[in-house]
């Protein structure tokens, strides 16, 4: 079937807009995960849901920074008040279950000026 | 110190050369992943292990868990394999978020 998609696949952003990232992952896929990527470093953990349950979002940089997955499939990454430091990839991944293998979207490039 | 640490930073081949790519983590894992990611972001899992040894054509991966290292290694390296090598573990006893090292760009010329 399908794999995960993400869309937008590119986010430009004036500083202080709100932006809304989309994840719709693997069907059936019990857990989702959101990273974040900046140029040239390796992906960093944001949140963790399984099924509609965030159970970990401990990677959230900060309380502008907002996910959720209300049915148990498509999750949305919400940023209020977008700041410079913000601009990264941001990628998704869904696994079967957690410590499953986790597929990856092709992310969302976020850029904020 | 980063919990992943990935050598080399940056790898350049000649096309056939044998290619090695190191991981050494500080922490329990459950499994440790190699991902492989092309420019415009797109990520592939190559492989997931916890003990041994796995193979996928001219791939090889390796991993000691006493030692806290696996590698990746590519044989008769291609140009089409130049991308980045991330090294990626699954902690132990936590929940289920992936600690990336921070990749090995690899470049195979023709």
């Known amino acids: 079937g399908a794999g995960v998609s993400q869309s937008p696949r590119y986010k430009v952003a004036k500083r202080g807009q709100d932006v809304a990232l989309r994840c719709d992952p693997i069907?059936?896929?019990?857990?989702l995960f959101w990273y974040q990527q900046a140029l040239g470093q390796g992906p960093e953990f944001l949140t963790y849901?399984?099924?509609?349950?965030?159970?970990?979002k401990s990677g959230l940089p900060s309380d502008r920074f907002f996910a959720e997955r209300p049915e148990g499939s498509v999750s949305t990454l919400k940023i209020q008040r977008t700041q410079q430091e913000d601009s990264a990839v941001y990628l998704c991944?869904?696994?079967?279950?957690?410590?499953?293998?986790?597929?990856f979207g092709p992310g969302t490039r976020l850029t904020v000026l | 110190k980063n919990e992943v640490e990935q050598s080399p930073q940056n790898l350049t081949a000649q096309e056939g050369e044998f290619i090695t790519i190191n991981c050494s983590y500080s922490?329990?894992?459950?499994?440790l992943h190699w991902l492989q990611q092309h420019p415009g972001g797109g990520i592939v899992s190559l492989f997931m292990?916890?003990?041994g040894k796995k193979k996928h054509g001219r791939l090889i991966a390796t991993i000691n868990i006493q030692e806290k290292h696996s590698s990746l290694h590519i044989t008769a390296s291609h140009p089409r394999d130049s991308a980045v090598y991330i090294c990626?573990?699954?902690?132990?006893?936590?929940?289920?978020?992936?600690?990336f090292g921070s990749g090995t760009q690899l470049t195979v010329l023709p």
């Open positions: 292990l916890s003990s």
């Open positions: 069907s059936g896929h019990v857990s």
């Open positions: 990626a573990v699954l902690s132990s006893g936590s929940a289920r978020q992936l600690t």
């Open positions: 922490v329990g894992i459950s499994a």
């Open positions: 849901f399984q099924n509609e349950a965030q159970l970990d």
């Open positions: 991944a869904s696994s079967r279950w957690g410590a499953d293998t986790q597929y």
